[in-house]
């Protein structure tokens, strides 16, 4: 009897210990499963953030007299050579076969984003302001839309919720930023603005001078970053090597750039760094604004697409202004208070409706997945098993069924 209850205290035990570790289990799968869901929004404020130091840190270094063809230089170079050694380690046997057509398109994005878009949107930033840039900038979730509708990219069925709140978010985005271009109004008095107001007047001033014409540059180079996207978004679908796919395209804007910098730049004093943002600014942006940034956008877009990427972009105004108060001594007025407020809305809207189409084509997969030829399929391996005993002495043999009207065969065995 002792010998009975010990061994049927160890099977209580290990019974409970067993049903604790399915618990545990079953919770980590959710939680997993949670952190699966949030982790495309966390990357994607994670880059808002580094792309607001971006913006700091390159308004830092212009005020300072490093030439912007330098610069673009500079941060494509040290991010082709972050990323390389990564890219030749974890992709080695996954990476792609080069081909012709995705070289073109390397070169292509290389051209795009480091030449086009870095080079007005510095130029642009140098004759306006870094939150003033960023606000600009807001307008690629649109533009980005826009572009991909017309490549089929995104689909618009005009009829479905979802995608009329990626619509009138878009709309409602681009009117906030809008809204932030033509309506200043009073400044806003902050604590840590105080004791810096006289130092931003001069810098007001002498913005206002060529702000239209830096609001025409940092709009082209709007255009080209969206441009960017939506070939991003194509390119990484026929090259999914992301590391070895972000390598590439700084090493392409390098290289163009470097040619661009020679023709426009000829005095060596250009090109000397030091200890301060000449040389902080082209590390920050090669390692975050560049090399982090392409691949995990990149990582992103292969489940989400090239807008629900962009549709982020409206946080970065947020931080920056925040950051260039502090940092830059730059006011903040009421109208990109105001604008930012309506950005967040049409954020929410556009994040919204590209959410749904995500669940949807997800609830797709899954139908596809317990498809009737897949059933059977099942059934047949199963079939290699060994008999299943029951609890009167009786074997079930398992056998594929090939109609639903066939039952399994039973044997009885000798009692």
């Known amino acids: 009897m002792a010998g009975n209850n010990s061994s049927s205290v160890n099977v209580y035990v290990k019974s409970s210990n067993e049903f604790g570790d399915s618990l545990s289990s079953a919770g980590d799968g959710r939680h997993w499963e949670l952190f ?24 830092a270094t212009l005020n300072h007299g490093m030439n912007r063809y330098v610069l673009i230089v ?22 792609p076969k080069m081909t012709l057509p995705i070289f073109l398109q390397i070169m292509a994005l290389g051209f795009l984003e480091p030449i086009i878009d870095q080079g007005f949107g510095y130029l642009g ?26 490549f089929r990219i995104e689909r618009i069925r005009i009829k479905e919720i979802r995608s ?8 409602v985005s681009f009117s906030g930023a ?39 540059f940092i709009l082209i180079g709007c255009v080209a970053w ?57 590390l920050y942006t090669g390692i975050v604004s560049s090399g982090i940034t392409y691949y995990v956008q990149g990582l992103v877009m292969k489940t989400r697409g090239p807008v629900f990427v962009t549709a982020f972009n409206p946080l970065c105004m947020v931080i920056v202004a925040i950051l260039a108060s502090i940092i830059l001594a730059e006011k903040i007025h009421l109208g990109s208070v105001i604008g930012g407020i309506i950005i967040t809305i049409g954020l929410y809207s556009v994040v919204w409706g590209k959410n749904k189409d995500y669940s949807k084509s997800q609830q797709g997969r899954e139908v596809l997945m317990i498809s009737p030829s897949s059933v059977v399929q099942v059934v047949t391996h199963n079939e290699q098993k060994l008999p299943l005993s029951n609890n009167v002495g009786t074997t079930v043999d398992i056998a594929a069924n090939k109609s639903d009207q066939q039952t399994p065969t039973t044997h009885h065995q000798p009692n």
């Open 164 to 171: 009329q709140a990626k619509v009138i978010g878009t709309i």
């Open 178 to 216: 809008l809204l932030m271009t033509l309506y200043k109004g009073p400044v806003v008095d902050l604590f840590w603005t105080r004791t810096t107001a006289h130092q931003s007047t001069d810098l007001t001033h002498s913005s206002d001078k060529n702000w239209v014409l830096g609001t025409i």
């Open 36 to 59: 699966h869901k949030i982790k495309p929004y966390l990357l994607m404020v994670g880059l808002q953030f580094g792309a607001a130091g971006m913006y700091i840190t390159s308004m």
């Open 226 to 282: 969206s441009c960017f996207y939506v070939l991003q978004s194509i390119t990484v679908k026929k090259y999914p090597a992301e590391l070895s796919l972000s390598t590439l395209i700084c090493l392409s804007g390098a290289l163009q750039s470097t040619a661009l910098a020679l023709v426009v730049e000829h005095h060596p004093s250009a090109w000397a760094v030091g200890w301060d943002s000449r040389l902080l600014a082209p």
């Open 74 to 95: 500079y941060r494509n170079a040290v991010a082709a050579l972050v990323l390389a050694p990564f890219a030749l380690i974890f992709e080695r046997k996954i990476r």
């Open 125 to 150: 930033m140098k004759y306006t302001s870094a939150s003033y840039t960023s606000a600009i900038m807001n307008a690629v979730p649109s533009v980005t839309f826009l572009i991909a509708v017309v």
